[in-house]
């Protein structure tokens, strides 16, 4: 090492046989981008800046919420409402000094995203929407970039790398080998909706940075071609092989030019949002499905003939006390379609994707007959906007 308090802050994994001073100069010449410095991010990056990857971007336009700080540690009450990428790096930069970190607090789009990818040597995937995450696996393949992805819901997370050639003429295995087509943004619920313990995101991302710190050093096997699930329950652990599949290639774009050119949110999109025309002459609906403002809403609320119903699932929170609904979870919408009467129906669920769903599945059984909407940004967001207006 150049000077002795850089051998002190590093010489218990400079002794372990295998790594050495080799390993540790490797580490401090790389250069590791995290997406997302959320539940998943926050321990990759404090453990990746505490082993001395020289360079760590943190590219994050979110802010800090006080329901973050369940697990997302790296952040305190008097950070709410300040630059989770900013936050983030001033605090990895007091743990780290010797290392370069840059924030980044702005939001990925198909038109910045490649720039970022071709500057580091690894991505890290701490993103926790479907449309980021194909669209990061989509640069990285382009970019012959490896991924280092996890996931998380409810007791269970998942760690896996992807797009890593451990020999001169391998097929590198994508995201796409594991989840060829994105869900729709109704199909599978986040981490918002479902829930999820605190400890999960900081143990699978934990893994997630000892994943990325092997992959620079050479030492040990690396989750390449491997997907590691793991149970916070019952500490059950399962590891299943990938294999890259020819047709998954074929649903990446062909070029740079052609992935600037994607929409990954419209791929990964309720269809529900496409279900009314462009020209659809009712002023409260949004014109692309059928999304209802809150202010609109709440003026909605006030007409006599309106039915509002909550798809949530019984015991889910915030609980709602402020206007008459009734509770007709997802799961049993279907086989009451029938019996909803009322002639403008006000779907709400948790953040505005069930609740699409449901308004889908009313379209289709009534058609226009029936003045169908689904409130947007869901209950939580109506609450917030509640709480500003009596403060």
């Known amino acids: 090492m150049n000077n002795i308090s850089s051998y002190e802050r590093y010489q218990r994994q400079m002794i372990l046989k295998e790594f050495g ?17 959320g539940g998943l991010g926050c321990p990759a990056l404090q453990y990746m800046a505490a082993a001395g990857v020289g360079t760590i971007g943190i590219a994050d336009h979110d802010t800090v919420a006080l329901n973050n700080l369940q ?16 936050k983030a790096a001033s605090r990895l930069q007091e743990l780290n000094p010797d290392i370069e970190i840059i924030p980044y607090n702005v939001r990925l789009i198909p038109q910045n995203t490649l720039s970022f990818v071709k500057a580091f040597d690894i991505i890290i995937d701490g993103t926790d929407n479907f449309s980021t995450r194909y669209m990061i696996n989509d640069a990285c393949v382009l970019l012959n970039k490896p991924l280092v992805y996890g996931a998380v819901s409810q007791y269970e997370g998942q760690v896996a790398v992807f797009n890593y050639r451990q020999n001169e003429g391998d097929t590198a295995v994508n995201y796409r080998d594991l989840f060829p087509q994105p869900p729709k943004d109704d199909e599978v619920l986040n981490c918002e909706e479902a829930g999820v313990l605190g400890i999960l995101p900081g143990i699978i991302g934990t893994m997630m940075a000892n994943e990325t710190i092997k992959i620079i050093t050479g030492i040990g096997e690396p989750l390449i071609n491997q997907l590691l699930t793991y149970n916070a329950l019952n500490n059950q652990v399962y590891q299943v092989s990938l294999f890259a599949g020819k047709e998954t290639r074929s649903l990446i774009p062909e070029s740079e030019a052609a992935f600037t050119q994607t929409d990954y949110e419209w791929l990964c999109a309720s269809p529900s949002r496409n279900a009314i025309a462009p020209d659809s002459p009712d002023s409260y609906r949004d014109r692309d499905g059928f999304e209802i403002d809150i202010e609109n809403f709440n003026t ?22 402020e206007f008459i609904f009734e509770r007709i979870p997802l799961s049993q919408l279907k086989e009451n379609l029938a019996g909803i009467k009322s002639n403008t129906v006000v779907f709400f669920c948790q953040t505005g994707k069930r609740s699409l769903q449901a308004a889908q599945w009313l379209f289709d059984t009534f058609g226009k007959t029936k003045n169908i909407y689904s409130l947007q940004g869901g209950i939580l967001q109506w609450k917030k906007f509640q709480k500003k207006q009596t403060t």
């Open 21 to 37: 001073e080799a390993a540790q100069q490797k580490l401090l010449q790389a250069k590791v981008i995290v997406i997302g410095a």
């Open 71 to 86: 697990r997302q540690v790296l952040y305190t009450v008097n950070d709410v409402g300040e630059s989770k990428a900013e």
């Open 300 to 321: 909605l609320l006030t007409s006599d003939d309106i039915t509002v119903i909550d798809v949530r699932e019984p015991g889910e929170i915030p609980v709602v006390n």
